[in-house]
């Protein structure tokens, strides 16, 4: 077997006495000294970015450390899990349910510090993992969020507002093609309701989904959607850790529209699940939920319905016995009220030609009691009886002497006549 160990030195420089060093040798060195300041495995915290596994069964990832105000990297160190520690990594992880080594979450590790040579890189070479620091850590987070949340008073915030009665404009967030998307899909497309879903695609746990699904979770609300739901399939514990994040809370907390969560399986509780209007337990479930609203809204509609038709034909039932009860008292009384009032008719009838006729011989009475007094009056009765009237020939009657002069023509009237004359002497 060879060896890849280089000289350390390649050659002296006489003049100026100064050690000149070959690449190789250098590294050499520098891993020597990295060896001795590091003698034994050190124990390292950080959060997981970059995760990726080689063909021959080696792992590698980068732990960073980040600026807890503004998010920002502030170191950064390479880690391998070569494939012989694996398995024993593997059954620590197995006893501690929960904890999955992913990007995103935050870690604490045991590794050799070691100074690659031949590419020059400094590196962790991991060997053990604990577990329950995660755990701890991802509970202490919630528990931090949560009792911030309700510090302020919007811990329940979004649970206060309504739910529409027919929730069929639906925002949703999660990975496109997932088996939560599928699931979430697939209940809604079997209840043949008119749902409409706005889906916005995103990935939900590793680093940066944080602030993608806040991001989400702000776009649907400028949206007209009724509902916005939050799916994820079940995983790890670890695997959640997003949708326990301080971030994904107050845009929950912010959104003007109810928020469901379907996320992970039965047994899983984020801080999401806290903020949001309805936690419901798998995706298929969140899909359950809007298809039993919407069914219930059917529902009650067929119930109204039904009321509102039985009102109307027990409406139209007593309306018609009334009317058929007003027809036979209208058939049983008009012959009696037009006999009655024919009786009545006649009787006035009698009355009105009695008193027409009473009117009427008393009027004949009067009119020949005054033909009588006519008669009496006439001045041809008094010429019958000898008398006569004479007028002058403009038709004045004279009265005496002095109404008349001399040649004055007179007309003289009698009984059966007139006689003409002239007056000789006045």
């Known amino acids: 077997m060879t060896s890849d160990r280089l000289p350390l030195v390649a ?97 604490r590790i045991s590794g050799r510090v070691d100074f690659y040579p031949v590419s020059g890189r400094l590196q962790l070479v991991m060997n053990a993992i604990d577990p329950v620091f995660t755990v701890g850590k991802l509970a202490a987070d919630r528990e931090r969020v949560l009792r911030m949340l309700a510090e302020e008073g919007v811990l329940r915030r979004n649970g206060e507002l309504d739910l529409p009665l027919v929730p069929l404009r639906v925002g949703l967030v999660t990975s496109g093609g997932s088996a939560a998307y599928r699931d979430f899909m697939h209940g809604l497309e079997e209840s043949q309701h008119a749902f409409r879903v706005v889906h916005a695609d995103v990935r939900v746990q590793g680093s940066g989904s944080p602030r993608r699904l806040a991001y989400a979770l702000r776009r649907l609300a400028t949206l ?20 326990d994040t301080e971030i994904v809370a107050r845009a929950i907390t912010e959104m003007p529209m109810p928020v469901l969560t379907g996320i992970g399986h039965e047994i ?48 139209c039932t007593m309306a018609r016995r009334e009317l058929d009860e007003m027809a036979r008292r209208v058939h049983r009384g008009v012959p009696v009220a037009l006999n009655r009032e024919a009786r009545l008719i006649d009787g006035r009838h009698r009355r009105v ?49 002095a109404g008349v002069k001399s040649g004055d023509e007179l007309v003289t009237e009698t009984a059966d006549g007139s006689v003409r004359s002239r007056v000789e002497q006045a």
């Open 224 to 243: 007209d959607v009724d509902v916005v739901v939050i799916v994820r399939g079940g995983g790890a514990r670890s695997d959640l850790a997003s949708f």
């Open 268 to 315: 899983d509780r984020t801080v999401a699940d806290d903020v949001a209007h309805t936690c419901c337990k798998t995706p298929t479930a969140a899909a359950t939920l809007l298809v039993e609203t919407v069914d219930g809204y059917e529902g009650r509609l067929a119930w109204l319905a039904h009321r509102v038709s039985t009102r109307a034909r027990s409406a």
């Open 11 to 107: 050659e002296t420089d006489g003049e100026a006495g100064d050690t000149t060093f070959t690449v190789g040798g250098l590294n050499q060195a520098i891993a020597g000294a990295v060896g001795g300041a590091f003698p034994r495995p050190v124990w390292v915290r950080g959060e997981i970015q970059g995760l990726k596994k080689s063909k021959n069964g080696h792992t590698y990832f980068e732990m960073v450390e980040k600026d807890g105000n503004r998010d920002r990297l502030r170191a950064v160190l390479s880690v391998v899990l070569f494939r012989d520690a694996r398995a024993a990594v593997n059954r620590t992880l197995r006893e501690t349910p929960g904890v999955k080594v992913t990007d995103g979450v935050e870690i």
């Open 353 to 401: 030609v009695d008193a027409g006729r009473r009117g009427t011989r008393q009027a004949s009475q009067r009119l020949d009691a005054a033909d009588d007094r006519l008669r009496a009056l006439d001045p041809r009765r008094v010429l019958e009886r000898g008398y006569t009237i004479t007028r002058t020939g403009t038709g004045t009657v004279v009265r005496s002497v």
